[in-house]
């Protein structure tokens, strides 16, 4: 048996089982929870009640959620299936929150109360159409309806269990349904719409059961554009297809009737189209021409006028009845650092009700949406609170001039995270938080001593546990020995940047990107990637570490770039460009500068690379390992994998010395009528791997782990598997898995899995991959492990050799001399399907590895790789064993206590990312979703250092008493000597 | 080697030395009893004197020959001692294997001191030396084995690549599907 591993198992042998459960009291010492619910689209608030006020909203999520208003927590929160996007929601009968969603196709009522299902009904039509859902206070048999538009058909459907009462079908093709209408008191609806993109038609649908009670259409040649605005119930405003005529269209009584206005009567340099913003306040509409919103009443003789052009970016609120015949609603506009909220009647465009200013925190932008609620204050007057939607996803309830609460929602949609390290602690550097006094200290210790000799009343147990869950220690703002404090920075989508110490979870800081900010220029910015830029160690401690944000401004991938560098500890925008050219692909090259940039190259649609920084130090590190720099692309829509060489010049006449041409080196073209890309996945850049040798105890042998940052794992399945797992027959189904060195093309190994489809998990660490599919013939979950060992190297095993160092094991390798591997696969089952998987990573990757694994329940499994050995056998040998081998079976366990995620769900989850600490025994894990957790995970235990429970002062109290026993003793026994010589 | 040290060592608390054949009353600190001649007395017991003498000598080759043999019994008592703890490492049969090693080698570096009291110009040490060391030596042999079959020697070849780190790569690649 070799020496190191006995030794290993020396040491840590008390870790051969690890038990990765925790007790009770350990809940919150080192992870961390947050629940979002994401950007909200439509709010509805239930304050009538005396009981607690709250909100009822749908986010673009798909969540449902109810918050308490007086704090903003999450009474009840509901995540909808990703395709099963809510359209619309309602509050029935003062108990029941009735949503719309799935396309308009399913209906479902939940108790307001609790967030339980009430009832759920699914409606069908004849063909996809917009969806609309109105509450009516039509009573048909003591049963409230409510009436949908979805799928092209009219539903009536009841409140209390969801029955379809009546439904209807238009004849007319091509209807598109703009709104349904309830006119106040009556028992009829009105269905409004277009027709052919020039005919206005409208229905006239008795209520109770839906009977046609008239059919009018009118025809407009110049044909209708976009939203419309409902300026009574029997009137609404519309814009002509050029957006330059607005349209009065009044169905009172059934007659149409369409009045032409050109909106430059109304404003005098209107310099282009205009667009409406879909309201229905009475009398009065908005429309926006470039950046400038225009309000506009519509009189009772039908005249339109002009009441206010707000220069400011301008959100409006939907309308609020106050009371008989009123209506008030909310507009809020930026001035500067502030926005004015302001509160005004339907009728009364002078009359303010309400007038607030309320500072801004800039990095929130612009307000997007904007929900108002009345109450009545003490003195019989209206209060208004309002609650805002900001450019950065966040949620605020503003009430009495006040930012009551936020939520920072976009945290439910991060892009991309990484980690940045704090700062030293040196003088200089503040630390946030005071240290605690010795007498603090002395008590927290003698507390803590109560509490391990069990003399703790359950007050002080209570003590304990709050000191040990708030401790100062974790949350601090510096470095610390373990590496457990560190800064996530994450990217979300609103294009905002965060920055969470893994303490607590706070916010250290946020940016919202100027780069990433719509602009005349950058129409629709989207974030891209988020990589460390410089990361300071050596001999350049006393720059700030920074990370640099890539965007593209636009879907198309020819859209052009914007990259921004951030510091990492001042959430400070360094330096931000707009590029020219596009970003199809951005590679961290394994070089840095004298100040610890790491060199990117940019790769744009053209296949032209781009270096930054744009240095010349850059160029002269770039220049000297230009020929050992490749890169490949895989076009997962045709199947072609390339890989590419670079050119010392880039191709067109530009002359810029920071850009490459690229030459195509190889190809692997995949058959497209019999496989599809499914799956890519490659080793992590910055993994750490501690050898290149796998002992193999049981006939004391050695094999070389194949270890190569240039392979790139494929997996890729027929193309008529690609759909639902189901949908396809084993025989017609397929599994290819590939393992392809991304330098030369060559495909080192590849194996087929019959009647196997996707979809694909993997994660890909050191020499093997573990990936996850589905096994049709077995109707179950499969994952497989491929481990692939060097067999070139293999014959360096005379002992002697090694000893004198005559081997070439550390002699650098080439992809191009071409290699022997061995693999060694093996396939189990498992229960669960999954979202994401991942390894740990330790610092110095000795401690073993174990599986993250984010399961369909949204919690983090893990599993120990040994479960996932290709060399586990039915009944291994005395050797085999005490190397840790498991006896071979067919199928994964799940073992309960292995949930790192303990009794939390991150709901939606998305993406694992660990991060390796200073400790080797000790991976940091943050999975992200629309929740975020955060937690310490030890995978042989941390078998450096002491456990958290473990007391110091005792260990201290019982070294002094033994002292001072051994003085005592001491004593006297020379004093019983000396009597014993007197004798 | 107890033993000879008890009986032959530093154990003596005091001695008179009656073989001491200086004629000067001088060079003792104490004045000889009256009545008492050093030179009669010599001439008197110098034939029973060298019987003693050789006595002692034979007595003292017999137990060197002793101690000299005294390791193999330990050797034995320390293979029967491995026996018992197998070949799996753990505390115990690392403490076993490491007194193991230990007994012998502090043995060998104490060699002259153990055969110091029976030095004589007449007693040939030579054989019980090479006995003794011999036998030491093979106990440290025993010992060197165990260690091995605990698999603490470095004797494979993984023993020395388990601390190579991968080898570097020339070339590097990155890339994947476009974002």
């Known amino acids: 048996m070799p020496i190191t591993y006995a030794f290993l198992l020396f040491l840590i042998f008390s870790s051969l089982q690890p038990i990765l459960s925790l007790y009770e009291d350990q809940v919150g010492l080192t992870d961390w929870h ?18 607690r006020k709250r909100v009822v909203v749908s986010t673009e999520d798909n969540v449902i959620a109810t918050l308490d208003l007086r704090r903003g927590e999450i009474f009840w929160r509901h995540v909808l299936g990703h395709n099963d996007v809510v359209d619309g929601i309602v509050i029935a009968l003062g108990k029941y929150v009735i949503t719309l969603s799935s396309e308009g196709s399913i209906l479902r009522a939940w108790n307001l109360p609790d967030g339980q299902m009430v009832w759920e009904s699914s409606l069908h039509g004849p063909k996809h159409s917009k969806s609309l859902l109105v509450m009516t206070n039509v009573v048909i048999e003591k049963d409230n309806v409510v009436i949908i538009f979805s799928n092209d058909r009219l539903h009536a459907v009841s409140c209390i269990d969801g029955e379809v009462l009546w439904n209807k079908d238009f004849e007319v093709e091509s209807l598109e349904v703009q709104k349904v209408i309830q006119p106040p008191g009556s028992n009829f609806v009105y269905v409004v719409g277009f027709a052919a993109s020039s005919h206005f038609e409208m229905y006239q649908i008795n209520a109770r059961n839906g009977e046609l009670l008239k059919h009018e259409s009118a025809a407009f040649s110049g044909g209708f554009s ?42 005098e340099d209107s310099p282009g189209p205009a667009v409406i913003i879909p309201s229905s306040i009475m009398e009065l509409f908005a429309i926006k021409i470039n950046a400038v919103t225009i309000f506009i009443r519509v009189t009772g003789t039908g005249k339109l006028e002009v009441v206010e052009k707000a220069n400011h970016e301008t959100a409006v609120g939907d309308a609020l009845s106050i009371s008989e015949g009123q209506q008030a609603f909310g507009l809020v506009q930026h001035a500067g650092r502030d926005i004015h909220l302001t509160v005004k009647l339907a009728h009364d465009w002078g009359g303010d009700l309400l007038k607030e200013s309320i500072i801004m925190d800039q990095q929130r932008g612009l307000i997007h949406k904007v929900f108002i609620n009345n109450y009545v204050r003490t003195d019989g007057s209206y209060g208004f609170r309002a609650l805002i939607v900001m450019e950065d996803h966040s949620l605020l309830l503003l009430q009495q001039g006040t930012i009551v609460w936020s939520r920072e929602d976009g945290l439910a949609s991060i892009i991309d995270v990484t980690t940045s390290e704090l700062p030293v602690e040196r003088a200089g550097v503040s630390v946030a938080k005071v240290e605690l006094n010795l007498f603090e200290w002395l008590k927290g210790h003698m507390l803590k001593l109560k509490g391990t000799l069990m003399l703790a009343s359950p007050e002080d147990i209570a003590a304990i546990q709050y000191m040990r869950l708030k401790s100062s220690e974790k949350s601090k703002m510096t470095r610390d020995h373990n590496g457990f404090r560190k800064l996530l920075i994450a990217l979300t989508r609103a294009g905002k940047l965060f920055a969470l110490h893994t303490g607590d979870g706070r916010i250290v800081w946020s940016l919202l990107l100027q780069s990433l900010h719509k602009s005349e220029a950058c129409q629709h910015p989207i974030g891209l990637n988020l990589c460390p830029w410089q990361v300071p160690h050596h001999h350049a401690l006393d720059e700030n570490p920074s990370v640099l944000v890539v965007g593209r401004c636009g ?7 914007v990259i921004s560098f951030v510091d990492s500890y001042t959430g400070k925008e360094l330096s931000s460009s707009s590029l020219v050219h596009s970003v199809a692909q951005v590679i961290p090259l394994p070089y840095t500068d004298s100040t610890e940039q790491r060199l990117h190259l940019l790769i744009d649609a053209d296949k032209h690379a781009h270096l930054y920084p744009k240095t010349p130090e850059a160029i002269g590190i770039f220049r000297r390992e230009f020929s050992n720099i490749y890169w490949y692309s895989v076009e997962d829509d045709n199947g072609i994998i390339k890989g590419y060489a670079l050119k010392s010049k880039c191709d067109g006449n530009v002359a810029d010395k920071f850009c490459f041409g690229t030459r195509e080196l190889w190809s692997i073209v995949l058959p497209s009528e019999s496989e599809k890309i499914v799956a890519t996945v490659t080793r992590k850049l910055n993994e750490a791997v501690h050898t290149q040798a796998k002992l193999i105890a049981a006939d004391q042998d050695v094999m070389y782990k194949y270890i190569s940052r240039n392979l790139l794992f494929v997996a890729t399945v027929a193309p008529k598997a690609s759909g639902e797992i189901g949908s396809v ?13 991304t330098v030369t093309g060559f495909v080192l190994h590849r194996v087929t899995h019959h009647g196997s489809q996707g979809p694909v998990e993997a994660v890909f660490s050191e020499n093997w991959v573990v990936y996850h599919y589905f096994n049709l013939r077995a109707h179950r979950y499969e ?29 650098p390798i080439s992809s191009y001399s071409r290699s022997e591997v061995v693999t060694k696969s093996q396939s ?35 599993l120990d790789k040994r479960f996932l050995d290709p060399r586990r056998s039915v009944n291994p040998t005395q050797a085999e064993r005490e190397e840790g081998t498991i006896p071979l079976t067919d199928s994964l366990p799940i073992i309960p206590q292995s949930y790192i995620t303990h009794n939390l769900r991150v709901e939606g989850l998305r993406g694992i990312i660990t991060v390796p600490a200073e400790l080797e025994s000790t991976t940091l894990v943050f999975a992200h979703g629309l929740d975020l957790f955060f937690t310490h995970f030890a995978p042989s235990r941390t078998y450096d250092s002491l456990t958290e429970d473990f007391s110091c002062a005792l260990l201290l109290i019982t070294i002094v008493v033994l002292v001072a026993a051994i003085f005592v003793t001491w004593v006297l026994s020379q004093r019983k000597e000396l009597q014993d010589k007197w004798r | 080697m107890e033993k000879g040290k008890g009986v032959m060592g530093s154990g003596r608390r005091w001695a008179v030395d009656f073989s001491d054949n200086s004629t000067a009353p001088s060079s003792r600190d104490i004045p000889d009893p009256p009545g008492f001649t050093r030179a009669s007395a010599d001439q008197d017991d110098s034939t029973v004197s060298r019987q003693k003498k050789d006595a002692e000598s034979n007595w003292k080759a017999q137990k060197a020959w002793e101690v000299a043999q005294a390791p193999f019994k330990n050797l034995l008592m320390m293979g029967f001692m491995m026996w018992m703890a197998g070949n799996t490492v753990h505390l115990f049969s690392i403490g076993i294997t490491f007194s193991a090693l230990w007994q012998p080698i502090s043995a060998l570096q104490g060699v002259g001191k153990v055969f110091e009291p029976y030095k004589d110009s007449k007693v040939e040490l030579l054989g019980p030396k090479l006995l003794f060391i011999a036998l030491n030596l093979g106990g440290l042999a025993l010992g060197v084995w165990k260690l091995n079959t605990l698999g603490l020697l ?13 080898a570097q790569e020339v070339e590097y690649s990155g890339g994947g599907i476009p974002l």
Do not use: C
């Open chain 1, 729 to 741: 027959t084993p025989e017609e189904s397929w599994l290819v898995v590939y393992l392809i060195d």
């Open chain 1, 226 to 267: 976009g939203e419309v605005s409902l300026v009574s119930s029997e009137t609404l405003v519309a814009l002509d297809s050029t957006g330059l005529i607005l349209l009065r269209i009044s169905f009172h009584k059934g007659n149409v009737s369409i009045q032409q206005t050109p909106i430059s009567n109304l404003v």
């Open chain 1, 828 to 862: 189990y089952f498992f229960t669960h399907s999954l979202k994401a998987i991942a390894v740990t990573s330790t610092a110095k990757g000795i401690t073993s590895k174990q599986l993250l694994i984010g399961t369909i329940g949204d919690q983090v499994l893990a």
């Open chain 1, 34 to 51: 947050q629940q979002y619910i994401g950007k909200v689209k439509q709010a509805v608030f239930h304050t009538h009640k005396t009981g």
């Open chain 2, 154 to 166: 470095p004797t494979h070849a993984s023993d020395w690549v388990s601390s190579l780190p991968p």
């Open chain 1, 783 to 811: 994952m497989s492990v491929i481990e692939i060992y060097d067999q070139s190297r293999a014959d360096n095993k005379d002992v002697w050799k090694l000893v004198v160092g005559k081997h070439n094991l550390t002699s």
């Open chain 1, 555 to 561: 879907p198309s991938s020819d859209a052009p770039g």
